[in-house]
């Protein structure tokens, strides 16, 4: 059987985005075997304080370049030159303030597939509002549905961050796919308000008598068991069931009327989890796991995350830890790769890189010569650590993971985009800041021309423009 390289392998990635959805897209596309660069500003992506940027930002090379100077953008033109894909997250209108919209850079690459990721769109009522993963979690409703009959409660990890990531990615990637049968680039776009819909799918369904289930089934549930351990049973059909019963030792329940079905167990709720509540505390959890498994019934221990990485056989069974050794931090322990094909041959990805540890080697390759990047330097255009070296490749070692600090409270709105600003007007925190949005899409148009001609490729829902 012949082997390939990694899927991506050959595929050139300009990544403008910070924060965690677009830059953990970009990542997802490293991920496959892109070619990923990272254009920073000389301060870094602003989320480069968290533990959790080393885990949306691995396998990329980082320049650090001034964009609001003329010589910067240009830089970031010669890599779309001979780019495949751009990925931003700007504020509305930014990029096409600083030059660098679907548009312009479409003029220089008509193959380009241009990819925004904004907070509610590029277009419609909050298009101009700064927006953070738990602002879209209060607005979408999946507080309120985790914090069941009580208080709404945060999700601790940004789930509408990395669905929207998953979503920009697979944008790009059709989008490639697409660009292989016309020639033709595209504008992809998505948003978080997008990925948190398409999140709750299954939830967002809504017809006449539709039944709601406001209370656990019995058999669907956390039990503590005699050792004041946790785990959950998931036991979501009659086969489970009538395993459950015979395996606790309950098997005049098994066909017990009340119990025959999911819906009326959960009608008959107030019969059924005292007996099973009963039962689970009269042994130890790991003797109930193994009982529960030796008669294939679904259950899981409640364990923390490092329990898991740690100790788990299956994690390491499947090479979900890397480590690597890291200029700034030492020892780096992050995911492997979540995604493999065969018999396409993955690549270590490599590292998250140090702010601008690749300017230098990116721009010789760009054609710069070495006195033109002195210059750069002493213009402040560049900030490269000069001499930074990359870091070793991974080798393959367990370890714990550390979780990011909750994220960042918003800032001030941002100008409307109704009044056009010169390129030295935009502000960092207009390139970087929190959840940015791409301009408004272009409409169809004579093929070639540039973004006017490059349909827009939305999110799974397929709902209003925009991108997270």
Same mark, same amino acid.
């Given at each position: 059987? @012949?082997?390939?390289?990694?899927?991506?392998? /050959?595929?050139? %990635?300009?990544?403008?985005?910070?924060?965690?959805?677009?830059?953990?897209?970009?990542?997802?596309?490293?991920?496959?075997?892109?070619?990923?660069?990272?254009?920073?500003?000389?301060?870094?992506?602003?989320?480069?304080?968290?533990?959790?940027?080393?885990?949306?930002?691995?396998?990329?090379?980082? $320049?650090?370049?001034?964009?609001?100077?003329?010589?910067?953008?240009?830089?970031?033109?010669?890599?779309?030159?001979?780019?495949?894909?751009?990925?931003?997250?700007?504020?509305?209108?930014?990029?096409?303030?600083?030059?660098?919209? =679907?548009?312009?850079?479409?003029? &220089?690459?008509?193959?380009?597939?241009? =990819?925004?990721? +904004?907070?509610?769109?590029?277009?419609?009522?909050?298009?101009?509002?700064?927006?953070? #993963?738990?602002?879209?979690?209060?607005?979408?409703?999946?507080?309120?549905?985790? /914090?069941?009959?009580?208080?709404?409660?945060? %999700?601790?990890?940004?789930? +509408?961050?990395?669905?929207?990531?998953?979503?920009?990615?697979?944008?790009?990637?059709?989008?490639?796919?697409?660009?292989?049968?016309?020639?033709?680039?595209?504008?992809?776009?998505?948003?978080?308000?997008?990925?948190?819909?398409?999140?709750?799918?299954?939830? %967002?369904? #809504?017809?006449?008598?539709?039944?709601?289930?406001?209370?656990?089934?019995?058999?669907?549930?956390?039990?503590?068991?005699?050792?004041?351990?946790?785990?959950?049973?998931? =036991?979501?059909?009659?086969?489970?069931?009538?395993?459950?019963?015979?395996?606790?030792?309950?098997?005049?329940? @098994?066909?017990?009327?009340?119990?025959?079905?999911?819906?009326?167990?959960?009608?008959?709720?107030?019969?059924?989890?005292?007996?099973? $509540?009963?039962?689970?505390?009269?042994?130890?959890?790991?003797?109930?796991?193994?009982?529960?498994?030796?008669?294939?019934?679904?259950?899981?221990?409640?364990? @923390?995350?490092?329990?898991?990485?740690?100790?788990?056989?299956?994690?390491?069974?499947?090479?979900? &830890?890397?480590?690597? #050794?890291?200029?700034? %931090?030492?020892?780096?322990?992050?995911?492997?790769?979540?995604?493999?094909?065969?018999?396409?041959?993955?690549?270590?990805?490599?590292?998250?890189?140090?702010?601008?540890?690749?300017?230098?080697?990116?721009?010789?390759?760009?054609?710069?010569?070495?006195?033109? &990047?002195?210059?750069?330097?002493?213009?402040?255009?560049?900030?490269?650590?000069?001499?930074?070296?990359?870091?070793?490749?991974?080798?393959?070692?367990?370890? /714990?993971?550390?979780?990011?600090?909750?994220?960042?409270?918003?800032?001030?709105?941002?100008?409307?985009?109704?009044?056009?600003?010169?390129?030295?007007?935009?502000?960092?925190?207009? $390139?970087?800041?929190?959840?940015?949005?791409?301009?408004?899409?272009?409409?169809?148009?004579?093929?070639?021309?540039? =973004?006017?001609?490059?349909?827009?490729?939305?999110?799974? +829902?397929?709902?209003?423009?925009?991108?997270?």
């Amino acid at each position: 059987m @012949t082997a390939w390289g990694p899927p991506l392998d /050959g595929v050139r %990635v300009v990544d403008l985005t910070s924060y965690i959805a677009g830059s953990y897209a970009a990542m997802m596309l490293a991920d496959l075997g892109a070619a990923v660069v990272k254009v920073e500003s000389p301060d870094g992506d602003p989320f480069r304080e968290l533990p959790g940027f080393f885990g949306w930002n691995r396998g990329k090379r980082s $320049i650090a370049v001034d964009l609001k100077s003329a010589d910067g953008r240009g830089i970031v033109e010669r890599l779309v030159a001979r780019g495949d894909v751009l990925m931003e997250n700007m504020r509305p209108g930014v990029a096409e303030r600083l030059g660098l919209g =679907c548009e312009s850079l479409r003029a &220089i690459n008509p193959r380009l597939v241009y =990819c925004a990721v +904004t907070a509610f769109g590029s277009s419609g009522p909050y298009a101009d509002r700064p927006g953070f #993963d738990p602002l879209l979690q209060a607005m979408t409703g999946l507080q309120t549905l985790q /914090g069941g009959a009580g208080a709404p409660q945060f %999700v601790r990890i940004a789930v +509408t961050d990395y669905y929207t990531a998953s979503l920009a990615a697979q944008g790009v990637l059709a989008a490639l796919f697409v660009r292989e049968r016309t020639g033709q680039g595209q504008r992809v776009e998505t948003s978080l308000l997008h990925g948190s819909l398409a999140l709750q799918s299954g939830s %967002v369904v #809504d017809y006449p008598d539709k039944p709601m289930f406001a209370r656990e089934n019995p058999t669907y549930r956390l039990y503590e068991a005699g050792d004041g351990q946790w785990f959950f049973l998931a =036991c979501g059909n009659q086969s489970f069931w009538a395993k459950l019963t015979k395996a606790l030792g309950l098997d005049h329940l @098994t066909n017990d009327a009340r119990f025959a079905s999911w819906l009326l167990r959960l009608e008959h709720s107030a019969d059924l989890l005292p007996i099973l $509540i009963e039962t689970f505390r009269s042994k130890p959890r790991a003797e109930w796991l193994e009982i529960l498994a030796r008669s294939d019934i679904p259950a899981a221990p409640v364990q @923390t995350l490092a329990e898991f990485v740690d100790t788990d056989p299956a994690v390491r069974h499947h090479d979900m &830890i890397r480590e690597y #050794d890291h200029p700034e %931090v030492g020892r780096l322990r992050l995911m492997g790769l979540p995604v493999t094909l065969a018999p396409a041959v993955p690549r270590d990805p490599g590292p998250p890189p140090a702010l601008g540890q690749h300017t230098e080697d990116v721009l010789q390759e760009l054609g710069y010569a070495e006195r033109d &990047i002195a210059d750069l330097r002493e213009r402040r255009v560049i900030g490269a650590t000069p001499g930074a070296g990359r870091p070793p490749r991974a080798t393959n070692i367990m370890g /714990g993971l550390s979780r990011p600090p909750n994220p960042p409270t918003l800032g001030a709105p941002r100008p409307s985009r109704g009044t056009p600003r010169p390129p030295d007007s935009v502000t960092d925190a207009d $390139i970087m800041g929190g959840l940015s949005r791409p301009p408004n899409p272009p409409t169809l148009g004579a093929p070639g021309a540039g =973004c006017a001609d490059a349909p827009v490729v939305r999110g799974r +829902t397929g709902q209003s423009r925009g991108a997270p």
